[in-house]
Every structure is written in structure tokens, then in C-alpha cells.
């Protein structure tokens, strides 16, 4: 099957590299299919300082299909609801096959630090980034601390 044998690429390259912000493994080495991963807010964000953990699913047919990313970690975002699901593009209309786990969590990562007020999952955050910026971060703040910490 491809997915397996794309996520076991995947995986293994993962094991070489050293990157202190993201990591990625499968939650079982029996179930290639099931991972989970963790991203370091930020630097410069309200998120920075906390550790990020994500649960990701993929389709038997990944990777033509993409995955389904979830926050596990409860997060502050306009583009991320309560539940953990992410509104981001990639995920949408624009998924390729050229994408893979880590440039998702880098994609994350980076929305993270640059929300999309304008196509957002929660839109009472998304008013406050755009109307009270300080407030928003705040918050993000607050909620990385109570749940994000280290």
C-alpha cells in the first residue's frame, strides 16, 4: 500500500533529524497510519513556551488524500476551534501529494504565528485578533499557560 510505505519514508526521516520545534512519530509501530506529534509555539508568538501535542490520521490513500490533523492541546486560535480542528488551506482545496508530514507541521507552525482572521473556526477570536490585538494575545497567552506549559 502507498500510505505505508510513504509514512514509513516519512517516519524514518524524521528519525534523523534533530529539529528542537517539531517531531513526529506513529503512536504505534504496528499502525503507520495513526501519529503523533508535538510543535514548540513560536518564538515571538503568545504561544511561545508551549509545547504543542497534535494527533494525526491518515487516509489509506495518503498521500493523494490528506491527513486529519487535531490539536490535542488546547490552543487559543481563530483558525483552530475547541475540538482541535484546523482551518488551513492545505487541507482544503490546495492539498498536492508533494506535501509531506513535516511540511504540514511547519504549515501549523506557521499559522500558528500568522492567523487567518479572515477564513477563521472561531469567530469571536478572529474579532478580537482583528479589533483588540492585545487582548487576543492575552489570551493566547493565558490559555498556552494553562495548558501548553512545559
Not at 511547519?106 to 474579532?127: F, H, K, R, T
Request: proline share 9%; glycine share 6%.
Amino acid at each position: 500500500m502507498a500510505a505505508y510505505k510513504r509514512l514509513q519514508k516519512e517516519y524514518e526521516d524524521f528519525k534523523k533529524e534533530t529539529l528542537g520545534w517539531i517531531s513526529a512519530c506513529p503512536v504505534d509501530d504496528s499502525n503507520l497510519l495513526l501519529w503523533q506529534a508535538s510543535i514548540l509555539g513560536p518564538t515571538g508568538t503568545p504561544y511561545e513556551g508551549g509545547l504543542f501535542i497534535l494527533e494525526i490520521v491518515y487516509p489509506t490513500s495518503y498521500p493523494f488524500s490528506p491527513p486529519k490533523c487535531t490539536f490535542k492541546t488546547k490552543i487559543y486560535h481563530p483558525n483552530i476551534n475547541m475540538s482541535g480542528g484546523i482551518c488551513i488551506d492545505l487541507f482544503e482545496g490546495e492539498w498536492s501529494p508533494a506535501f509531506t508530514t513535516y511540511w504540514i507541521l511547519m504549515s501549523i507552525m506557521c499559522l500558528m504565528g500568522d492567523p487567518n482572521p479572515d477564513d477563521p473556526l472561531v469567530g469571536e477570536i478572529a474579532v478580537l485578533y482583528q479589533q483588540n490585538r492585545p487582548q487576543f494575545e492575552a489570551n493566547a497567552r493565558k490559555w498556552t499557560k494553562m495548558y501548553a506549559s512545559q
